[in-house]
């Protein structure tokens, strides 16, 4: 019976393969269709009121290869595959060749390349100095902060904890990512405040708008968990006597604000609209994965859930506002070598883009990005139209099935071989025995590790709205600072003007147009 199923399975594949199209007049409409897209790009030369930066955590040019074939084929296209400008940012720190997400972020969001490990501070300060990041010079001012200087609203929306490493550089100086909460301090960092403080007691933190995301077990002293939310081991847990959910409503209290604090979906969805601040934290640690959240108005929001309630705050500024998005946990997903779990996860942030798209305007520019690659790879021939996380081939050295794809680097579960120890021989685990279609199956890796890494390649950035075209070749990656704060006219860029062209030169080049078509 089982080998009956597995030959009809096998000739439904053929058939879909050969279903494909593949004639000349197919491949000549694919690519007309794009050059009549791209002869209709026109710069938008305004200011951007409104800016929207999604960082994919981990997102790198194959996950996005990897996300597009899962939903829809070789030739499908994601919704900010179809945006008119993108370009490629290097990566590397102050300090490494490949980075982590509290220096990416800080270059993302502050315009300046710092070192491993350190948030929101220049590369005067190392890992782990206190003393060095008290230092006023050394700390940077964020996108979020410049914009709430212009007057703008500014907000954050992570699937992981707002503390984390690639949201707290928006508000955040810590000479260490993993000071969340005090019980991560050591005691020579005691005259430094730890993230999840200077979010909620320090400027920009107490200012921003909407702050979306988990980790309550870092704002909450001695939290409690449940089955469906337990309290996790791998993050600080707060002990030292403060709530500073609590803090943040009298905070808000004491200065006459409007807010909502808010715990689930239902109470997401049903905020008050005359509120101008939106405070959420729906889980102990980060939030759960979208193939297991419960989906009821008593569980854990989508990353979509939360980008549509953030705009509907923000919005109401005629000032115009900046929001962060990231899409935290297909970082996580690869880090265990999981690749189903963190292209789905990478697909759910798409979905978001989409709905971003929907609720704004020509005025919002709209940046997808990511703060570093990871190790995977897409391996072999695959037949096109076959699963992504399918079977590619058989190898031609050990004669055993390998999949499509497979990582540089992974944790124990992503060793997949086995010593006989009687006469020494290496035998690699034949993938087509296993649900490889499984979330939670772990890709082969070459090198074992306590798990995967991050991997040091370019990374994507996609753009469009006021000023997308900043966006063009290679740039560095604080490069993105740099160009959405000239977009949006704040900070250093306040006073820029949409241009270089002088009135005179302006003229003569509509002049010259003008005649040159006549």
């Not at 070749?473 to 820029?496: L, M, R, T």
Request: hydrophobic share 35%.
């Amino acid at each position: 019976m089982h080998a009956w199923s597995v030959v009809v399975v096998a000739a439904l594949c053929r058939v879909s393969t050969c279903a494909l199209q593949t004639d000349q007049k197919y491949w000549s409409g694919l690519a007309e269709n794009e050059l009549n897209e791209a002869l209709q790009i026109k710069w938008n030369l305004g200011t951007a009121k409104n800016v929207i930066l999604f960082v994919g955590d981990g997102m790198g040019p194959n996950t996005v290869t990897a996300a597009r074939i899962y939903q829809g084929g070789e030739t499908h296209r994601m919704s900010f595959e179809k945006f008119p400008h993108l370009g490629l940012l290097k990566t590397y720190s102050a300090n490494k060749m490949v980075p982590d997400s509290a220096c990416s972020a800080t270059a993302l969001f502050s315009g300046v390349k710092s070192n491993l490990g350190t948030l929101g501070l220049d590369a005067t300060v190392q890992q782990n100095d206190c003393q060095a990041s008290l230092k006023q010079d050394t700390r940077l001012k964020s996108l979020a902060a410049l914009a709430l200087e212009a007057g703008k609203s500014s907000g954050l929306v992570t699937t992981m904890r707002v503390t984390h490493a690639t949201p707290a550089p928006l508000y955040a100086h810590s000479a260490s990512r993993k000071w969340e909460c005090e019980a991560n301090m050591p005691p020579e960092a005691a005259q430094c405040k730890d993230i999840a403080r200077q979010l909620v007691e320090d400027w920009p933190g107490r200012e921003l708008h909407v702050v979306l995301g988990g980790g309550r077990q870092v704002l909450v002293s001695n939290s409690t968990g449940s089955p469906g939310d337990p309290i996790s081991a791998w993050s600080c847990y707060r002990r030292d006597g403060r709530d500073l959910i609590e803090e943040y409503r009298k905070d808000k209290d004491n200065r006459g604000l409007k807010y909502n604090v808010v715990s689930n979906t239902r109470e997401l969805q049903n905020i008050d609209d005359s509120a101008d601040y939106l405070f959420g934290i729906f889980a102990n640690e980060h939030l759960k994965y979208e193939f297991e959240r419960d989906k009821g108005p008593e569980g854990q929001p989508s990353i979509s859930d939360m980008t549509r309630a953030a705009i509907q705050v923000l919005k109401k500024n005629p000032n115009g506002y900046f929001l962060m998005v990231e899409g935290g946990k297909i970082d996580l997903a690869h880090h265990r070598s999981r690749a189903k779990t963190a292209i789905d996860e990478a697909s759910a942030m798409e979905r978001a883009v989409q709905w971003a798209v929907d609720l704004t305007d020509d005025e919002t520019l709209i940046i997808v990005t990511s703060d570093h690659t990871h190790t995977l790879t897409i391996n072999g021939y695959p037949e096109r139209g076959s699963s992504i996380f399918g079977i590619a081939g058989v190898s031609p050295f050990d004669r055993i099935n390998y999949t499509t794809l497979s990582y540089g680097t992974g944790g124990p579960g992503s060793l997949h071989y086995t010593v006989n120890k009687e006469n020494g021989t290496i035998t690699r685990r034949d993938p087509s025995g296993e649900d490889v279609e499984n979330f939670m199956y772990e890709q082969i890796a070459a090198i074992p590790l306590d798990e995967n890494s991050h991997g040091g390649g370019d990374v994507a950035v996609y753009a469009k709205g006021p000023h997308a075209h900043l966006f063009h070749n290679v740039h560095e990656q604080h490069y993105v600072f740099h160009a959405v704060a000239y977009a949006a006219k704040i900070g250093p860029y306040s006073k820029a003007t949409s241009g270089h062209l002088s009135p005179l030169l302006l003229f003569t080049t509509c002049l010259f147009i003008i005649c040159y078509r006549n």
